[in-house]
T-cell receptor, first 112, second 114 residues
Framework: GQQVMQIPQYQHVQEGEDFTTYCNSSTTLSNIQWYKQRPGGHPVFLIQLVKSGEVKKQKRLTFQFGEAKKNSSLHITATQTTDVGTYFCAKYSGGGADGLTFGKGTHLIIQP | DAGVTQSPTHLIKTRGQQVTLRCSPKSGHDTVSWYQQALGQGPQFIFQYYEEEERQRGNFPDRFSGHQFPNYSSELNVNALLLGDSALYLC?????????????FGAGSRLTVL
């Protein structure tokens, strides 16, 4: 089925370094959502992007939606230990009355 | 304002048994979805319930069934358990009216099949 591909699968960074995860789709997306899952926790909604070329910021997090609406990225500036976890992008297959398709996630590991 | 609550939090079953997992959606939400998350993987959509009916289903066999009650709570049933059913089962709720499609997840039920 239609999937979203996330890279990298794992990312080790030193605390204070920046981090970026990328999400790619072979088809045009109506929107893209990002979730964060802490170790042992459950996914928590971060943001939804809808418009082509959209950029949204949440403190140290910057989310982008590509011009062609086929890719998205999440960038974290100056990582902190609280950023540890897995970041998932997710898309809806159809018109809303359906389930989210999640990527496999990028596991962020921070070394103090 | 209670979020999504799931029970039980952990359970252990043996192959061939049946299991029922329960979910109460966030206050004000009317739509419940269930996801299966294997270790190290992203959640996979099982099905969604709205107005007590299954509205959409992912690529899961008929051994997986569900129900939604008039108070919007939901159950997930899995029959004839297989070792591969071991996973974290996540319930997520949303409010369909107004086109809201942001999911609020519960803490999950971790199922181990021996």
């Amino acid at each position: 089925g239609q999937q979203v591909m996330q890279i990298p699968q794992y990312q080790h960074v030193q605390e204070g370094e920046d981090f970026t995860t990328y999400c790619n789709s072979s088809t045009t997306l109506s929107n893209i959502q990002w979730y964060k899952q802490r170790p042992g926790g459950h996914p928590v909604f971060l943001i939804q992007l809808v418009k082509s070329g959209e950029v949204k910021k949440q403190k140290r997090l910057t989310f982008q939606f590509g011009e062609a609406k086929k890719n998205s990225s999440l960038h974290i500036t100056a990582t902190q230990t609280t950023d540890v976890g897995t970041y998932f992008c997710a898309k809806y297959s159809g018109g809303g009355a359906d389930g989210l398709t999640f990527g496999k996630g990028t596991h962020l590991i921070i070394q103090p | 304002d209670a979020g999504v609550t799931q029970s039980p939090t952990h359970l252990i079953k043996t192959r061939g048994q049946q299991v029922t997992l329960r979910c109460s959606p966030k206050s004000g939400h009317d739509t419940v979805s269930w996801y299966q998350q294997a270790l190290g993987q992203g959640p996979q959509f099982i099905f969604q319930y709205y107005e007590e009916e299954e509205r959409q289903r992912g690529n899961f066999p008929d051994r997986f069934s569900g129900h939604q009650f008039p108070n919007y709570s939901s159950e997930l049933n899995v029959n004839a358990l297989l070792l591969g059913d071991s996973a974290l089962y996540l319930c997520a709720s949303t409010r369909t009216a107004g086109g809201a499609n942001v999911l609020t997840f519960g803490a999950g039920s971790r199922l181990t099949v021996l």
